[in-house]
């Protein structure tokens, strides 16, 4: 995926409109464990990887690196069950409320924001 071309997709046209991409056709989507408010990780998703998060009721996303659609626990079985997708007032960036089985993160921990905190006022 290059340009500002999105890739035809399933989407509901309707959603499609709303969505702010960036200049890949990406928009930023973060994973929040459902009942806890956990922020677990963050993901990039295009209108496929959306539509078919919607559909299955389990994350997809889109790796820039591998540049491929991935499921999250495709492999590790940590899979992310979907709860709910919201879209933030500027429809740049979702929110995904997921059920989290296993770490979140690939270095096996329960979220990617374990690094500790940064220091304020410096």
Not at 46 to 54: G, S
Not at 108 to 117: L, S, V
């Amino acid at each position: 995926m290059t340009g500002n071309a999105v890739p035809p997709s399933s989407l509901d046209p309707a959603i499609a409109a709303r969505l702010k991409r960036d200049v890949h056709g990406l928009v930023p989507a973060v994973a929040q464990q459902y009942d806890t408010g956990e922020v677990l990780m963050v993901g990039w998703m295009d209108d496929e990887a959306l539509h078919r998060t919607l559909t299955t009721g389990r994350c997809t996303y889109w790796s820039r690196s591998r540049q491929e659609y991935w499921v999250k626990g495709g492999t590790s079985g940590h899979v992310q069950h979907v709860k709910s997708v919201a879209l933030d007032c500027d429809a740049d960036t979702l929110l995904v409320k997921v059920d989290q089985v296993g770490p979140a993160c690939h270095t096996g921990a329960r979220t990617c924001f374990d690094a500790g905190d940064l220091p304020l006022g410096q």
